[in-house]
């Protein structure tokens, strides 16, 4: 019986105790992109900033307080970039102010061109949105609950603040290696801030107000 017994555990040894069926695979982190150093870390930007690059899309709906540069065709004494009221009105001349609130851009620049057949041959309307009411910023990394934030328009934000926003440093992160990446004249800017001069050392000029669609990204360190 006892040799019985001695071979069962012998297998069960062996054969890694099959009965437990098969180990489970670790779950993988959503809250921790893969970074393969440097190089990942500026593919990881570069997705962020080309995502922004793209707008909300064709089937945005123009809000208050939106920028918009409309133009007609041939009639540049028509043209005007103006921000969108608080109703959803712009005003341009001989129509006066039109309800564009709510319509996409090319719902909104065929109403005006209907507005304006009155007064002008076959106008063609365009319009660009050159500042969305909806002003964001980004963080992304090593933060607990990346995502993008509403930026206030009455008060500033800082990047300490948005990482407080996204739920802070996660352990693995490198603080001292954060950036702030901005697209000044269709190019972008990357800034890098030093948070151990921020909290340690008190220089709090150092904790830079962010600007609209500004990405904060934090690196994992190197081990």
């Known amino acids: 019986m006892k040799r019985f ?3 069962c555990l012998a297998a069960c040894l062996l054969g890694g ?8 695979a670790p779950a993988k982190s959503p809250s921790s992109p893969a970074q393969a150093g440097p190089a990942g870390e500026e593919e990881a930007i570069k997705s962020a900033l080309q995502q922004i690059k793209q707008g909300p899309g064709a089937n945005y709906r123009i809000s208050p307080t ?3 540069d409309i133009t007609v065709f041939q009639q540049a004494e028509l043209g005007r970039k103006l921000r969108v009221s ?3 009105t712009v005003s341009l001349p001989l129509i006066g102010a039109v309800k564009v609130g709510g319509l996409t851009i090319d719902e909104a620049a065929t109403l005006l061109a209907d507005k304006l057949k009155e007064f002008v041959i076959n106008p063609q309307v365009t319009i660009f949105i050159t500042e969305y009411a909806q002003r964001k910023i980004y963080v992304m990394g090593e933060v607990k609950a990346p995502g993008s934030f509403d930026l206030p328009v009455e008060s500033r934000l800082t990047v ?5 926003l996204a739920g802070g440093f996660t352990p693995i992160a490198a603080p001292d290696r954060t950036k702030v990446v901005r697209m000044q004249g269709g190019r972008s800017q990357s800034i ?3 948070v151990s001069a921020i909290t340690k050392r008190g220089e709090k000029e150092k904790d830079l107000p962010l600007e609209p669609n500004d990405v904060v990204f934090v690196p994992q360190s190197y081990f």
């Open 17 to 24: 105790c099959a009965t437990a069926g098969p180990m489970p």
């Open 160 to 164: 300490l603040e948005a990482v407080s």
């Open 5 to 7: 017994l001695a071979l």
């Open 66 to 68: 939106d920028l918009v």
């Open 86 to 88: 608080q109703n959803g």
């Open 192 to 194: 890098t801030i030093e």
